[in-house]
């Protein structure tokens, strides 16, 4: 439990930007796929993005080329998830993941609100 923190959502106009943190134990950060998935009212919760411990990334095609995920390797097991030209369809909660195999965690969530 509280493995995984998440910070940054909040509310943005259409076309804006946030940066999504999520930090996390020393001991899944080194070894753990770490990635984010979002839950929008009334759907499924999806893939947005993942990134492996030798930083190669993967994205949803609905994110690509808009949004950015990338670890800190300088000390800090933190993973950011750098959203730009948000639009209306990116509002959900936003939840870190990390997954070894069948070992999975969830962070709590944290609300994305992209609206004018």
């Known amino acids: 439990q509280g493995q995984l923190v998440e910070s940054g959502g909040g509310l943005v106009e259409p076309g804006g930007s946030l940066r999504l943190s999520c930090a996390a134990s020393q001991s899944i950060f080194s070894s753990y796929v770490m990635g984010w998935y979002r839950q929008a009212p009334g759907k499924q919760r999806e893939f947005v993005a993942h990134i492996t411990p030798l930083n190669t990334p993967e994205y949803a095609d609905s994110v690509k080329r808009r949004f950015t995920i990338s670890r800190d390797n300088a000390g800090n097991t933190t993973v950011y998830l750098q959203m730009n030209n948000l639009k209306p369809e990116d509002t959900a909660v936003y939840y870190c993941?990390?997954?070894?195999?069948?070992?999975?965690?969830w962070g709590q969530g944290t609300q994305v609100t992209v609206s004018s």
């Open positions: 993941n990390a997954a070894l195999g069948v070992r999975v965690h």
